[in-house]
């Protein structure tokens, strides 16, 4: 019995704290409820301070006022600069754009669009023989020149053509390796045996096809090889 009243006296005094710590809790938070309502004011200025601005906004606020016109002048200087170099870096000649990803080009006369249309360009396959010989058919990414330029050319057979048609490889200078009227009115050399040219297979324009040359339809062709003269720049990607 004795030991029930005295649990019941322990049970009581527990109670009666946690009800004191209640109370005073609930006393602190209406104390500083008061002391934010009076400094509200100032409590905003810290949290303004405290909460990151947009990057426009906080120029803003860094730049005064009847500075505003100084600085905008400075922008503008800026940008006349850069426009300037980037001016610089655009051939005064016509130059040729071509893309491989669409298999598009643009015949370019500084930042105005001479001619455009659909090309064709290499087809990314690849071609093995005997010997560890290998050949990778893609068209060369860059900035390229136009080394020369041909009308009627003669397309010069190099080995994968017999190969990837099944023939033995005949000597350097067979008359199996020339063949006329291939490449189209006009041919205009990259390097490295890359050309731009004309095409029999004028369906296939438009389509990754080539064994890294780059093919125009024929008035397409014309165009480019009019406005391009020997040191032209054609840029791929």
């Known amino acids: 019995m004795e030991e ?12 009666i704290r946690y009800v004191v710590l209640i109370l005073v809790a609930v006393l602190f938070s209406v104390l500083l409820s008061l002391v934010l309502i009076r400094r509200a004011s100032s409590i905003g200025e810290v949290v303004v301070r405290l909460v990151p601005l947009s990057e426009d906004a906080s120029l803003l606020n860094r730049i005064p006022l009847d500075k505003l016109s100084s600085y905008q002048a400075s922008v503008e200087k800026d940008v006349l600069v850069i426009q300037k170099k980037l001016g610089s870096l655009i051939p005064q000649q016509p130059y040729l754009i071509v893309n491989t990803t669409h298999n598009t080009f643009r015949l370019m006369q500084q930042d105005t669009v001479i001619r455009e249309g659909v090309c064709s360009t290499g087809s990314y396959t690849i071609l093995t023989a005997g010997n560890n010989q290998k050949w990778v058919f893609e068209t060369p990414r860059g900035v390229l020149k136009v080394r020369s330029k041909q009308m009627y050319p003669v397309w010069v057979k190099p080995d994968w053509a017999f190969i990837e048609e099944g023939l033995p490889v005949p000597s350097p200078r067979h008359t199996s390796r020339y063949e006329y009227g291939m490449l189209g009115d006009y041919k205009l050399e990259l390097g490295n045996g890359y050309l731009i040219h004309g095409t ?9 096809v080539t064994h890294g040359c780059i093919r125009l339809g024929n008035e397409d062709l014309k165009a480019v090889y009019w406005n391009l003269r020997s040191g032209s720049k054609v840029f791929i990607y």
């Open 4 to 15: 029930t009243i005295l649990g019941n006296d322990s049970w009581q005094r527990k109670t």
């Open 200 to 208: 029999l297979y004028k369906r296939f324009l438009g389509m990754a």
